[in-house]
């Protein structure tokens, strides 16, 4: 069984600092494409940042100089650490799974970011 669990959301001040953590199970984690997405409320869910199995990077404009997306393929885990929040950030984080091979991909349950003073 497949599992995204996503851990280290809540309130946050401007300018402060999360981690956000997504242990996976139940598939091949090293040779998969991970991703963290976002959705803040009336708007559409957007890609923050995606990491493949070559540890290459993307990030979105909105947040590139600001976040940090890696993974450790021993702990299957992908992480994402925030840096100089904004109230922009505001948002539920979804991590997302495309296994190498498979046209099946996998979300998780998400975790609620706030940045608020």
């Known amino acids: 069984q497949v599992q995204l669990v996503e851990s280290g959301g809540g309130l946050v001040q401007p300018g402060g600092s999360l981690r956000l953590s997504c242990a996976a199970s139940?598939?091949?984690?090293?040779?998969?494409?991970m991703c963290w997405y976002r959705q803040a409320p009336g708007k559409e869910r957007e890609l923050v940042a995606h990491?493949?199995?070559?540890?290459?990077?993307i990030y979105a404009d909105s947040v590139k100089g600001r976040f940090t997306i890696s993974r450790d393929n021993a702990m299957s885990t992908v992480y994402l650490q925030m840096n100089s929040l904004k109230p922009e950030d505001t948002a539920v984080y979804y991590c997302?799974?495309?296994?190498?091979?498979?046209?099946?991909?996998?979300w998780g349950q998400g975790t609620q970011v706030t940045v608020s003073s």
């Open positions: 139940g598939f091949t984690f090293r040779t998969s494409l």
């Open positions: 990491i493949t199995s070559a540890r290459t990077t």
């Open positions: 997302y799974a495309q296994p190498r091979w498979t046209t099946i991909d996998y």
